[in-house]
């Protein structure tokens, strides 16, 4: 992987986290720094599970690919702040 791609990795990654942020409802206690690390972990894990689908690669937008990506991320930040909250 090219620095370019770490770096959009992480731009996309916070994208990701924070749309996922967006779809938990309430209030989360994690901070930025925590959604853009699940918002990376989730566009990565989305992305290899949408090529094990076949889906990865489409003509125009991957809205399935985006959308398993975000829902990953709201599953991740949503774990993340029940942990957190735990302590």
Sequence with gaps: MEI?????AI???AIIGVLG???VPGRQHIGLLWTIVVGIVAALLGSA???GFGVADTKGPDWVEWFIQIALAAFGV???DRAKSRR
């Design 11 to 13: 731009i996309i990654g």
């Design 49 to 51: 599970i949408a090529a």
């Design 78 to 80: 949503s774990a993340l």
């Design 21 to 23: 942020r967006l779809v």
């Design 4 to 8: 370019s791609g770490i770096i959009s």
